[in-house]
C-alpha cells in the first residue's frame, strides 16, 4: 500500500503525514505510541517525522532504512538516541526480533538490505542540509514537497527499496509484551 507521504512532491503538511502515518499504523494493527506528557523530547513524535519526511513506512526493512536516514540524515544528537533506545517499546520490539528471529537476525537484515542501505546513504549526502531530529513545532505546517526541496529530500523510489528478501514478522508479539 503506497501512502501519500511518501510522494516525492507530497502537498501534505508534515502535521498531516504524520497523522496518516499513524493511521497506517492502526489499519495495521499496531499501537501509536505518544509521548507523555512531562516529556522535555517528544521521541515518538521524532520518530514519526521521520518516516514522514522520508518517506518510509512500518516494514522492518523500512525501519532498518529509517535507522540509516537518521545517523546519515539528521542532526541528531547521542544523547537522544540513547533516550530513544531506552524506550520500553524498543526494548520489546528488539527482544521479540531476538526471540522470534534468532540472535544473527539484525546483522543479516542490514546484510540483505545493503543495497537499500546505500542508496539512503547517497541521498542523505546529497541532501542541502540535514533534517533536525528534535522537530521544531513550526515545521509541521509546512508542505512535505516544501520542506523536501529545502533540505534536499529525496525519498527512495520504489526500485530503490526492494531489499533482496522481505521479513515476515508480527508485530503482535510486541503489543503483548507492554
Known sequence: MR??????DSTQTLGEAIEEYQRYLTYMGRNVLTDAV??????WLYHDATHAIFGQDTTIEDETALDFWVLFGTSFSWKLLRKYQQVP???????????KMGIMFLPKLYWRNKSVIWSVIQHSRRMK????????PELLSKTLKELREEYGI???TDKQKIPTRVTEFDYSVVSKMT
Open 3 to 8: 501512502l501519500k507521504y511518501q510522494s516525492q
Open 89 to 99: 517499546e524498543i526494548g520489546n520490539l528488539t527482544k521479540a526480533l531476538t526471540l
Open 38 to 43: 512531562s516529556d522535555d523530547d517528544s521521541i
Open 154 to 156: 529525496s525519498v527512495l
Open 129 to 136: 542540509k540535514k533534517w533536525p531530529l528534535k522537530l521544531p
